[in-house]
T-cell receptor, first 111, second 117 residues
Framework: KNEVEQSPQNLTAQEGEFITINCSYS?????LHWLQQHPGGGIVSLFMLSSGKKKHGRLIATINIQEKHSSLHITASHPRDSAVYIC?????????????FGKGTLLTVNP | GAGVSQSPSNKVTEKGKDVELRCDPISGHTALYWYRQSLGQGLEFLIY????????KSGLPSDRFSAERTGGSVSTLTIQRTQQEDSAVYLC???????????????FGNGTRLTVT
């Protein structure tokens, strides 16, 4: 059974700081999602990756398949980045639809 | 529509009543997913539709939960004889094809917050 662990659970930063959120998983996967959930809002898919690195604006996601680890980085953080960030894995060799979710990291960026 | 639409956005119901939650996916998306997010818990997979078929219902918590999808579009999640532990945010998502395709990201609705009193 795949287990997805995120750290930290809570993160408070000052505007402008570089943020890193970590995600580790226990079994081989075919893809990993990073999701963003604003308070009271829906969920937005930020990245879906299976290897290497992806960048979108100030957000960077990396994955190391051998170490079963992924990171989400936010450069020059801003209060509007405050949200819950969730990683979710899609197991390899299994279904092509069933995600296993981490419990999320609550990020608060203060002005 | 432009995105995944869910209704109602909030639902308060008395224990024992039945509720229906609706999801209208992005037009043309063949894959539709229901998830549940309980307070303090992570997201939990409930059911997946490919077209109108649900090949995997294993995530449904009990036989009080059922879901259907018609016309390859709108889906309804029904909870019968609601219990307090059913209180949660129910989220729907859709994707063009199942997620194994890297060009098929998930699009989520804003969810239905269900409160059972």
């Amino acid at each position: 059974k795949n287990e997805v662990e995120q750290s930290p659970q809570n993160l408070t930063a000052q505007e402008g700081e570089f943020i890193t959120i970590n995600c580790s998983y226990s079994v081989g996967i075919s893809a990993l999602h990073w999701l963003q959930q604003h308070p009271g809002g829906g969920i937005v898919s930020l990245f879906m990756l299976s290897s290497g690195k992806k960048k979108h604006g100030r957000l960077i996601a990396t994955i190391n398949i051998q170490e079963k680890h992924s990171s989400l980085h936010i450069t020059a953080s801003h209060p509007r980045d405050s949200a819950v960030y969730i990683c979710a894995s899609l197991n390899s060799g299994g279904s092509n639809y069933k995600l296993t979710f981490g419990k999320g990291t609550l990020l608060t960026v203060n002005p | 529509g432009a995105g995944v639409s869910q209704s109602p956005s909030n639902k308060v119901t008395e224990k024992g009543k039945d509720v229906e939650l609706r999801c209208d996916p992005i037009s043309g998306h063949t894959a539709l997913y229901w998830y549940r997010q309980s307070l303090g818990q992570g997201l939990e997979f409930l059911i997946y539709f490919q077209g109108n078929s649900a090949p995997d219902k294993s995530g449904l918590p009990s036989d009080r939960f059922s879901a259907e999808r018609t016309g390859g579009s709108v889906s309804t999640l029904t909870i019968q004889r609601t219990q307090q532990e059913d209180s949660a945010v129910y989220l729907c998502a859709s994707s063009l094809v199942p997620q194994s395709s890297y060009n098929s990201p998930l699009h989520f609705g804003n969810g239905t917050r269900l409160t059972v009193t």
